[in-house]
């Protein structure tokens, strides 16, 4: 099985937590992140110094771009959920880099995502 990591978990990371470290490196399989990740982590860098960490991050490992279908994917998931559950733009962009890829979201964030039904979760229990 292959995964999409979001934000939350891979700013854990980031953050040296070791728990979440720990459940990265027993992921058995690939595992990716999206460009929204990407450019969520650049924005919320406290310094130059983390800054170069993340761009470091996103050199390594495979990010996945959008695509016009991610685009018309995000677009539906927010005519069906921003009014009734609050989805967010980048939140969108992620659940639908998810399901067009065919992926797993790996998040601890259930609450922005569990009312998508063709959305594969996987909450860490770090």
Same mark, same amino acid.
């Given at each position: 099985m292959a995964y999409l990591v979001d934000t939350d978990v891979l700013i854990d990371v980031s953050r040296d937590k070791e728990a979440a470290i720990e459940f990265l490196d027993q992921l058995d399989d690939f595992w990716l992140m999206s460009i929204i990740t990407a450019m969520e982590l650049m924005v %919320? $860098?406290?310094?130059q110094k983390e800054v170069s960490e993340i761009d470091q991050l996103v050199a390594v490992y495979s990010v996945i771009p959008l695509a016009a279908e991610i %685009? $018309?994917? $995000?677009y539906r998931l927010l005519k069906k959920f921003a009014k009734s559950h609050g989805l967010r733009v980048f939140d969108s962009l992620i659940a639908a880099t998810a399901i067009e890829e065919n992926l797993t979201l790996v998040t601890k964030n259930k609450k922005h995502f569990q009312m998508i039904d063709n959305l594969k979760l996987e909450i860490p229990g770090y």
């Amino acid at each position: 099985m292959a995964y999409l990591v979001d934000t939350d978990v891979l700013i854990d990371v980031s953050r040296d937590k070791e728990a979440a470290i720990e459940f990265l490196d027993q992921l058995d399989d690939f595992w990716l992140m999206s460009i929204i990740t990407a450019m969520e982590l650049m924005v %919320g $860098a406290r310094n130059q110094k983390e800054v170069s960490e993340i761009d470091q991050l996103v050199a390594v490992y495979s990010v996945i771009p959008l695509a016009a279908e991610i %685009g $018309a994917t $995000a677009y539906r998931l927010l005519k069906k959920f921003a009014k009734s559950h609050g989805l967010r733009v980048f939140d969108s962009l992620i659940a639908a880099t998810a399901i067009e890829e065919n992926l797993t979201l790996v998040t601890k964030n259930k609450k922005h995502f569990q009312m998508i039904d063709n959305l594969k979760l996987e909450i860490p229990g770090y």
